[in-house]
């Protein structure tokens, strides 16, 4: 059994799950903060057999694509938007997964 860890963007999360139901792989959904462009982030848990995990990579990888956009350029140390600031395309989407084994799993 592995338990697979996805941080997905927030704007991705609702069709991921969607994904997810449609195949019967159970997650859990859970709100979460970061990222370089300051925007809400999901991250799932999902607790699959060893023989699933590809499947599993495959609808995140469908779901939740790299794609282009258009971000602010912030002052290094401050945080702060400087004035007449032209926004850069930056690589946003796609995910960040991770897979590990699981001792054990209990269902109650």
Do not use: Y
């Amino acid at each position: 059994m592995k338990l697979v860890f996805a941080i997905v963007r927030d704007s991705d999360a609702s069709a991921l799950l969607d994904a997810f139901a449609e195949r019967h792989i159970g997650a859990t959904r859970l709100a979460s903060t970061g990222g370089f462009l300051r925007e809400g982030n999901t991250t799932f848990l999902i607790g699959v057999e060893d023989e699933r995990v590809q499947e599993v990579i495959s609808v995140i990888t469908e779901c939740c694509p790299r794609r282009l956009e258009a971000a602010p350029q912030f002052t290094p140390g401050t945080g702060q938007m400087p004035s007449g600031g032209v926004p850069v395309e930056v690589q946003a989407g796609g995910a960040i997964v991770f897979v590990t084994g699981v001792e054990s799993f209990i269902r109650i």
